[in-house]
């Protein structure tokens, strides 16, 4: 054997284990390449179920939805990404119906709220308005007994109508004040629920 053909040989016994090395590297990253592949392809898919209790869970993974739920799942497919910096658009979460019914719970506290917060202001301006009637009325004669019969009828009136206002506007402020307070609390209602 000449020197040659011994370098060659020696050169093509190093470079075998290289060769048959390649191979599975290859393999290793084409195995990754199809993990990467199926992982974006289920990554494009959010699955949405509704429990017993009438509570919305979505999760990206449909082994995270329990068994006796998936035949009941939503599959939403998601957009594809523009690129690869894109951010996942979540789907408008549905409110379960306990948020539903809290929310229309909160609705109407406010509601009630709110009506005698205007009444309150209603009364006020009533009030107001009639103090200034019965002073403009006395204003000329200093004091009733002092004005003519007719103007005492009408300053008389005044007077009753004043009264009465006076009393719805009590009632108001009561019921802003103290009555609607110490009821939400005794029905646990959360004390931002009474404010504007």
Known sequence: MNMRAVIILVCAALALPVVLSVRPVQAQENKEQEKKEDKEQQERYMYQWTDGNGVVHMSDRLEQVPVKYR???????????ENSAATTVMPERTPSRFEAEQEDKQDAWKQRYQEWKERLKEAQKRCDALEQKRTKLNAPWGTTAAAPEQMRVEIDQTDKDLQSARAELEEARTMVNKVLPDEARKAGVPPGWLRE
């Open 71 to 81: 035949k009941n799942t939503q599959t939403i497919t998601m957009p594809e990404p």
